[in-house]
């Protein structure tokens, strides 16, 4: 079993910067990709960015050139750092892992919020 722990949200206002991490335990060697989902009210699911075990990278459209996710294998630990951020970007953040079986594994969420 995989276990994934968010921190590092809060409040910031529009054109600042935040920084989420993502610390992984548990049975972690089968993991593949790492990374972020994002929720808002009233809207699904939806993709924020993914870095695998290799370090490709894939970003939403929406985000591509503010934020970048990176990944420290041995620490088992995701981030992503959010610039220039927008109050469209208010949501809930989730830690995301994926791996063998297929498996997937999710946070439990850390809150974004955006002042206009």
């Known amino acids: 079993q995989v276990q994934l722990v968010e921190s590092g949200g809060g409040l910031v206002q529009a054109g600042g910067s935040l920084r989420l991490s993502c610390v992984g335990s548990?049975?972690?060697?089968?993991?593949?990709?790492m990374g972020w989902y994002r929720q808002a009210p009233g809207k699904q699911r939806e993709l924020v960015a993914i870095i695998n075990n290799v370090g490709s990278t894939k970003y939403a459209d929406s985000v591509k050139g503010r934020f970048t996710v990176s990944r420290d294998n041995a620490m088992n630990t995701v981030y992503l750092q959010m610039n220039s951020l927008k109050p469209e970007d208010t949501a809930v953040y989730y830690c995301?892992?994926?791996?063998?079986?297929?498996?997937?594994?999710w946070g439990q969420g850390t809150q974004v919020t955006v002042s206009s």
């Open positions: 548990g049975i972690f060697y089968s993991i593949d990709g």
């Open positions: 995301y892992a994926d791996g063998i079986g297929p498996s997937v594994y």
